[in-house]
């Protein structure tokens, strides 16, 4: 069928990928997503008025794998805030990491040796309560768009960085065209190796790996690694393995990292579920983090030792390759801080 052309013979505006449609309908009114959840907004620990400092991102589709009626489905805990997110708790941070201390200049992050963190984007697909960067100021931070020759001469006179981080947010929140003439960018600066995407796009978003990311991805000469961020095995359904497929028959690596969260994944069974469903989707799991001590968050925190505890039980049921390493990232340290769990002591 021949389509009509469009009024006063004006070029149609080429249709916007599905996932930046799929974007456009996330869940964003609270109400909205009560009502599809069929909850009852006067449901003691969910706190609606939090929403106003950090507002609600849901896309339906990750909406779509919560129970309906549950008030404390895993995944919805992610994404609404509970009473306690008000609390003001000691030793907790608004730079729960130390980001800012290490800002080599705006939208570039050096932390460790040999590699960088290039923040390219604030915005998510969703917002997700415990983000130890939900308070970072991406306004100042950002290497927008104008800024991206200064910070690709930045990696490119610094002979020691082999690995750029593509960060943000969620650097999939940006459009292919701009991804793919920043991969471009730094494919072409001679001593980078790899490329590492960190991302939640492909978990709360399938749609994202659609044929134009697989296209800049095809061209770039970087070896590319994908670090996914699920919590849980019920956020990885059908859609997002189908969607993980082409980055795994590209040969990309795919990797996870999950943060350990109270009410959401803090027992051994749900672990293990995680790390099978995962490696059904060909993603190994990679850390299992405490969680960054960000303010708001602190209702998530565990003790250490009940996720020692955790790791111990893990090792009993799972083979070794789907054994998370345990981490902390602590400001200042030279590396993620691994957490030993072999040898601590069983609790009480
Ligand atoms: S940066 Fe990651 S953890 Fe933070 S809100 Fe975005 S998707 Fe969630």
Same mark, same amino acid.
């Given at each position: ?75 919805? &805990? ?22 800012? #201390? ?7 992050? #050096? ?43 930045? =990696? ?38 790899? &490329? ?12 994202? =790996? ?21 919590? #849980? ?65 602190? #209702? ?21 390759? &789907? &054994? ?25």
């Amino acid at each position: 069928m021949i389509p009509s052309p469009p009024p006063n013979n004006q070029p149609a505006e080429p249709r916007a990928p599905a996932w930046q449609r799929a974007l456009r309908e996330a869940f964003s009114r609270p109400r909205d997503l009560l009502d599809y959840l069929q909850l009852d907004p006067a449901t003691p620990h969910l706190a609606s008025a939090l929403l106003r400092d950090f507002p609600l991102r849901v896309p339906r589709g990750y909406a779509a794998r919560m129970r309906k009626g549950d008030a404390r489905d895993p995944l919805l &805990l992610q994404v609404w805030p509970q009473t306690r997110e008000a609390d003001e708790t000691p030793g907790y941070a608004i730079d729960a990491v130390g980001d800012l #201390h290490r800002v080599r200049r705006d939208g570039l992050i #050096h932390k460790y040796r040999g590699r960088v963190l290039l923040v390219a984007t604030g915005a998510c697909a969703v917002h997700c309560r415990y983000c130890f960067r939900r308070h970072f100021p991406y306004a100042e931070q950002l290497a927008a768009r104008g800024q991206w020759s200064a910070v690709l001469d930045e =990696i490119a006179g610094d002979a020691s960085i082999e690995e750029v981080i593509l960060s943000g947010g969620d650097p999939l929140s940006l459009s292919d065209e701009r991804l793919g003439e920043l991969v471009e960018a730094l494919g072409a600066i001679p001593q980078l190796k790899r &490329l590492r995407v960190h991302t939640r796009q492909p978990i709360v978003l399938p749609e994202r =790996i659609d044929g134009r990311l697989l296209a800049w991805l095809d061209r770039t000469r970087l070896q590319t690694v994908f670090v996914l961020h699920a919590n #849980h095995a019920s956020e990885l359904d059908d859609a997002v393995r189908a969607a993980l497929a082409p980055l795994r028959q590209r040969g990309i690596a795919l990797l996870n990292q999950s943060v350990l969260l109270a009410g959401v994944n803090d027992d051994a069974d749900t672990l293990a579920a995680l790390s099978e469903r995962l490696f059904a989707c060909g993603v190994l799991p990679y850390y299992l983090h405490l969680l960054d001590r960000v303010q708001g968050a602190a #209702h998530f925190d565990l003790p250490v030792q009940r996720a020692q505890e955790l790791m111990r039980v893990l090792s009993s049921r799972l083979p070794g390759y &789907l &054994l998370p390493r345990l981490v902390r990232e602590i400001a200042g340290r030279p590396s993620k801080t691994w957490i030993d769990w072999e040898r601590s002591a069983p609790s009480p």
